[in-house]
């Protein structure tokens, strides 16, 4: 069912469009590669993948250090991102 609810979202980015614009770009990131996960689909992989590099990316932004770890540990769904990256990560070595 959540796949359904967000294929409008995975054929709009699949296509070429942006998140840009949106609330939350990470937390749709995150739902998209939940959803594909939790069913098994292969692109769940790419979708962590982008989440994790434009979260990277946002962070490298930000000159305050303090403010960027606050950015990176104190945002739920920022610490989701890093947590899986990471999980996806270690077990892969």
Do not use: K
């Amino acid at each position: 069912m959540a796949l359904r609810e967000l294929q409008g979202v995975l054929e709009h980015v699949a296509g070429g469009g942006s998140l840009d614009g949106t609330d939350a770009p990470r937390l749709i990131e995150l739902t998209c590669y939940r959803a594909l996960a939790q069913a098994g689909d292969a692109r769940a992989d790419a979708w962590l993948a982008r989440a994790y590099e434009a979260l990277q990316a946002q962070a490298l932004r930000i000159a305050d250090a303090a403010i960027r770890r606050g950015f990176l540990h104190n945002i739920p769904h920022h610490r989701e991102i890093a947590a899986a990256w990471s999980t996806r990560h270690e077990g892969s070595r």
